[in-house]
């Protein structure tokens, strides 16, 4: 049952990612950006952390 409750899950949001492109692309290429942008400043971080580690923690 959790299955079948998963693939609806994710069938739902794929529809409603669709569904906000075919509507509204340029709000959806904005919530892209954003994405990618908090990916790329959770990664710099890390960066950050493991740096730090490797010198030690000073």
């Given at each position: 049952?959790?299955?079948?409750?998963?693939?609806?899950?994710?069938?739902?949001?794929?529809v409603?990612?669709?569904?906000?492109?075919i509507?509204d692309?340029?709000?959806?290429g904005?919530?892209?950006?954003v994405?990618f942008?908090?990916?790329?400043?959770?990664?710099?971080?890390?960066?950050?952390?493991?740096?730090?580690?490797?010198?030690?923690?000073?």
């Amino acid at each position: 049952m959790a299955v079948n409750a998963k693939k609806i899950a994710v069938y739902v949001v794929v529809v409603f990612v669709l569904y906000l492109i075919i509507t509204d692309p340029e709000t959806a290429g904005d919530y892209v950006t954003v994405g990618f942008e908090g990916i790329s400043d959770a990664a710099k971080a890390i960066g950050d952390f493991m740096t730090w580690l490797a010198n030690g923690g000073k």
